[in-house]
């Protein structure tokens, strides 16, 4: 069965770091695109980093572009988010997800918990 699994979240200050994974189980991550999402209460689902698995090629969002980076263990099958420069307005729920080519489901985490003190 494939599992998404992130960690790493927690409690931090305003300027602070952290770094998030998201470990697959059941597929292999190298082959699939990687998303990370985040979705604070209130607000609408946010994409906020991506890496391809076509070219290895990365996308950010505006909101957290030059603060995160998005890369890849493949020897650990595992994607990071490293946050870093953390703001209060990146707290938030933050899931990985797998796009799944030719179907039309996606595989989801459970989410990690980022809070951001002011």
């Known amino acids: 069965e494939v599992q998404l699994v992130e960690s790493g979240g927690g409690l931090v200050q305003a300027g602070g770091s952290l770094r998030l994974s998201c470990a697959a189980s059941g597929l292999i991550f190298d082959d699939y695109t990687v998303k990370w999402f985040r979705q604070a209460p209130g607000k609408e689902r946010e994409g906020v980093s991506c890496?391809?698995?076509?070219?290895?090629?990365?996308y950010y969002s505006d909101s957290v572009k030059g603060r995160f980076t998005i890369a890849r263990d493949n020897a650990k099958n595992t994607v990071y988010l490293r946050m870093n420069s953390l703001k209060p307005e990146d707290t938030a729920v933050y899931y990985c997800?797998?796009?799944?080519?030719?179907?039309?489901?996606?595989?989801w985490g459970q989410g990690t918990q980022v809070t951001v003190s002011s």
């Open positions: 997800n797998a796009p799944v080519v030719g179907a039309p489901f996606n595989y």
């Open positions: 890496i391809y698995n076509s070219d290895g090629s990365t």
